[in-house]
């Protein structure tokens, strides 16, 4: 922590995709999203600049154990695999992940609230968590896996699967978007906490980041940046042309 203070930068490792509404590009090229507002004013705080360095996603772990950056903000899930070269302050969001169906494509034989039946094909991403609880989770039913959201999301709209497993907000989004055609089929399957990561030996700048989070829970800042971003759709007017506000995080 003393080191970005005395830099005058905290250097952080955002992913290069866009994970909208995490992570996009407004019409200008620039940064924009939960993740973006989240870094600019954990930044702000310790009076410093933030320095955006963007990386593919898997390459993230790596680059902060390298010093490429202070920190990894980028909906940055906990998990153990993580916190064998990281540390990671408390959550400071949490993502429900739901079965997304297309009404179009229920088999007869599925009943409302049970999807697991064969012939049903779901989409998720391949090796993330939603793929391993999707396996315990449906046993009958064919598991498709894609590279990435986006695809999922464009078999879905294809018809070519009957259902995806989709993070919050984009079972919204869609329903929205098509309410006649798109349901949520269950209850949230399993949820991911989302947290900033530093490195091991930076044990003072994480316990500050815990007390940040802390802070902005109890005055409702972060409650307020999460309603924004993913309550509302105020903020498509600010996108680039293209993007969608319908991408999930890479877990």
């Not at 179009?104 to 391993?132: C, H, M, Q, R, W």
């Not at 896996?145 to 989709?166: Q, Y």
């Amino acid at each position: 922590m003393d080191a970005v203070i005395d830099r005058g930068t905290l250097r952080i490792g955002i992913a290069e995709e866009d994970f909208l509404p995490w992570i996009g590009r407004d019409k200008a090229g620039k940064l924009l999203g939960f993740e973006v507002d989240v870094a600019h004013d954990l930044a702000r705080v310790l009076g410093v600049r933030p320095e955006f360095v963007e990386t593919p996603f898997g390459d993230l772990l790596n680059g902060l154990v390298a010093g490429r950056f202070d920190v990894v903000i980028s909906a940055y899930s906990v998990t153990a695999e993580r916190a064998r070269l990281a540390l990671f302050s408390v959550p400071y969001g949490q993502t429900d992940y739901y079965l997304l169906l297309d009404n179009n494509k229920l088999p007869k034989s599925a009943s409302e609230g049970d999807y697991d039946v064969e012939g049903f094909k779901i989409g998720v991403i391949a090796d993330t968590i939603g793929e391993a609880i999707s396996a315990r989770s449906f046993t009958k039913a064919e598991i498709v896996p894609f590279p990435d959201d986006e695809a999922s999301r464009d078999a879905l709209s294809k018809g070519e699967v009957g259902a995806i497993i989709a993070a919050t907000p984009i079972p919204n989004f869609m329903m929205l978007a098509e309410p006649d055609r798109y349901a949520i089929g269950s209850e949230a399957l399993f949820s991911s906490s989302e947290a900033v990561a530093v490195r091991p030996d930076s044990l003072r700048f994480v316990n500050f980041i815990d007390a940040w989070i802390e802070e902005n829970q109890a005055n409702g800042r972060l409650q307020a940046a999460r309603e924004y971003w993913f309550d509302t759709l105020e903020w498509e007017q600010r996108l680039s042309k293209g993007d969608e506000p319908a991408d999930q995080p890479a877990e």
